[in-house]
């Protein structure tokens, strides 16, 4: 065994580990002060619920067989997965860097929802869209599976991780409808510093998302962590111009908001591209996705409440086509268009067709049938109270109840 890279490895799967508790406190600082508990929850228990499932069936349905969209049970409850061989790693340490990924991704579409959508149909949809949606991508892009002979390629989670959490949240939201002061009130964040609190890990989180797909201590490791901070520095600056330009003044949020979204765009070629390539991706990502939150869901009156789609769904669409179009094969041995490699474009254009069709389809079925067992959606009155009172009987902020209604 190569202790450098176990140790190495242990590192970043705690650094993604910290990701889902930063994102709780990016998206609870997001929301209106009478829903922040019931939205960091809505979160964090993924780390519960993520991480059970992962154990007993999730790696051996994501990581074992040759199926084309689903492996098998063989490694049910980590059973024939070794602790001290592997490729790279023993099984073991890629098998629990794999969870932390389960848990992130399924804590992403929550945001969508957030502020109207009952805890118990939200758990519900993730115990059942883990095995349905995720465990089926996970393979179909890293286990083997279509996308993967496809031709697609996806350094850490572009496909698996945001385009599809995107779109499933996005598909909850409007299958919920509009939060009911939708278009006739404006939602502000109620606590900034939160937000930058949530950011600042979620970036620091994203060195070992990125960097650790490399699965080990070694050169390519270290190009993903400079591409990665590179992307995530220049979609910061990228929306405070925006901003600038159209409002006169950066903000804080947008400032946050922009680092994210160049971690999200840098992530399905951060292995793959050039580190010049980055310094574009994480440039022009931010105008896509200002737009299309700006623009596009206002014009669509698409109530996607944190913009979990504006940002992860979005942003993954544009990371996986400039990686389609960047990929330098003396990076990671793949030709974008740039570099004559027309094939990849296209298999990249079609692996996110694929995605957003397949995770939005099955999204769409698993919440019509919650639908017909138990209610998805708080009444009004429930919502105009908080969600905090209503689902949990606790309060983050005792002496300011009632100021948010």
Known sequence: MKTGNIAFMISCSALVFLMTPALAFFYGGL???????????????????????????????????????????????????????????????????Q?????????????????RMRFSAIFLFIALWLPLVYFPMAHMVWGGGLLHRLGSIDFAGGNVVHISSGISGLVLAIVLGKRREYQLTEYRPHNVPFVVLGAGLLWFGWFGFNAGSAL????????????????????MLSWMLLERVLHGKPTVVGACTGAVVGLVAITPGAGYVSLWSSLLIGTFVSPFCYFFIGVIKKKLALDDALDAFGCHGIGGIFGGVATGLFADPAVGGKAGLLYGGTHLFVAQ????????????????????????????????NEEAVGL???????????????LDS
């Open 216 to 235: 080990g201590a070694n050169a390519l490791a270290i190009h993903a962590l400079l591409t990665t901070n590179t992307a995530a520095a220049c979609g």
């Open 349 to 380: 254009l079609l692996s996110i067709l694929f995605t957003l069709l397949f995770a939005g389809l099955i999204s769409f079925i698993i919440i019509q049938i919650i639908k017909r067992f138990i209610p998805i959606r708080v009444s009004e």
């Open 388 to 402: 905090d009172q209503v689902e949990h009987a606790e309060s983050a902020y005792p002496t300011f109840m009632g």
């Open 31 to 97: 929301e209106r002060r009478k829903n922040i508990l019931n939205t960091m929850l809505m979160v964090i228990c993924t780390m519960g619920l993520a991480s059970v499932i992962w154990v007993v069936a999730g790696y051996s349905l994501s990581f074992s067989g040759q199926g084309l969209v689903i492996g098998n049970l063989n490694k049910v409850l980590f059973n024939h997965v070794s602790l001290t061989k592997g490729p790279q790693i023993p099984e073991a340490l890629f098998a629990f860097f």
């Open 99 to 115: 969870m932390m990924f389960a848990l992130i991704t399924t804590a992403i579409l929550t945001g969508s929802v957030v502020g």
